[in-house]
């Protein structure tokens, strides 16, 4: 059981290049989740999706999109990398949106040139 | 809107002693209160919620954290920090009586114990 497993662990990109974070959990949670974390400024969400299907955006959604693949898989992509998306990137997953715990993966090291 | 503050960046406590690492909150309904724990290199992991119930609540690793609704705090404590407790505390709260609020994370406190 490896929990919520991310790649990859590091990256790095120039301006206008684009990439994809990829997120997978085994606990058959129903939610999953991104978030940046920035020094000082605690964890932000960028996306969320509460179920298999559905996606929503967070408070920091702008430069960023979102793939829930299957109940397993919920991938983050950038189109055209700025320096601005340097950061470190989580993804967390839980049974139920909003009424339960999240659990995070080791998080994606990013940075943008 | 919901908030929530972690007025200290760091916390320096010697081996032994109590700890505290503080925390307040901000929403217009219930407050549904976590604390996470970050190691290096490490993602967050959960050490403790509230939701309702008793103000104490106890956690992992021996840390509790009290719910104080007239002073709107949910402060982190442990009665003998180990030197292995050194790491970065995250506050997250959630206002209940909003169905489309999220967790909202404080910015985080860095905790050094020293032996």
């Known amino acids: 059981n490896a929990g919520v497993t991310q790649t990859p662990k590091f990256q790095v990109l120039k301006t206008g290049q684009s990439m994809t974070l990829q997120c997978a959990q085994d606990?058959?949670?129903?939610?999953m989740y991104w978030y940046r974390q920035d020094p000082g400024m605690g964890l932000r969400l960028i996306y969320y999706?509460?179920?298999?299907?559905?996606?929503d955006k967070g408070e920091v959604p702008n430069g960023y999109n979102v793939s829930r693949l299957n109940k397993r898989e919920f991938s983050l992509r950038l189109e055209s990398a700025a320096p601005s998306q340097t950061s470190v990137y989580f993804c967390?997953?839980?049974?139920?949106?909003?009424?339960?715990?999240?659990?995070f993966g080791p998080g994606t090291r990013l940075t943008v040139l | 809107a919901q908030s929530v503050a972690q007025p200290e960046d760091q916390v320096n406590v010697a081996e032994g002693n109590p700890l505290t690492v503080k925390c307040t909150y901000s929403?217009?309904?219930?407050?549904?209160l976590f604390w996470y724990v970050q190691y290096p290199n490490r993602g967050l992991q959960f050490l403790l919620k509230?939701?309702?119930?008793?103000?104490l609540v106890k956690g992992s690793y021996g840390f509790e954290a009290e719910f104080n609704k007239s002073q709107t705090s949910f402060h982190l404590k442990k009665p003998s920090a180990l030197v292995s407790d050194s790491a970065l505390y995250f506050c997250?709260?959630?206002?209940?009586?909003?169905?489309?609020?999220?967790?909202?994370f404080g910015g985080g406190t860095r905790l050094m114990v020293k032996p």
């Open positions: 967390a997953s839980s049974e139920i949106a909003r009424l339960d715990t999240q659990y």
């Open positions: 606990m058959n949670h129903n939610s």
């Open positions: 999706s509460a179920s298999e299907g559905t996606t």
């Open positions: 929403v217009s309904g219930n407050p549904y």
């Open positions: 509230y939701i309702t119930g008793d103000n």
């Open positions: 997250a709260v959630r206002d209940l009586d909003n169905a489309g609020n999220m967790l909202t």
